[in-house]
């Protein structure tokens, strides 16, 4: 039962307007593919990153954050 309530949701337009607009969002943040990180909001890291990388961007956003 379940499974064909997700399958007709799935194949309904419920929920094309969201997911048009997340979309929309993620590219305009420069997303093109997996995996991406994006911190408070505004700070994006693509593809896969060594840890210092990443907390040098949470850095960065914790500090745009806070002007």
């Keep these: ?3 064909q309530l ?3 949701y799935l194949e309904s337009e419920a929920g094309a307007d969201t997911i048009e607009a997340m979309d929309r ?3 305009e943040l420069g997303v093109t593919g997996v995996p991406f ?3 408070g909001s505004r700070v994006g890291v693509s593809g ?3 840890p210092p990388a990443l907390v040098a961007a949470m850095a960065e956003a914790m500090t ?3 002007s």
Excluded: H, N
């Design 25 to 27: 969002r993620v590219r």
């Design 37 to 39: 990180f994006i911190f």
């Design 64 to 66: 745009e954050g806070a």
């Design 6 to 8: 997700r399958i007709a």
């Design 48 to 50: 896969a990153q060594e």
């Design 1 to 3: 039962y379940f499974v």
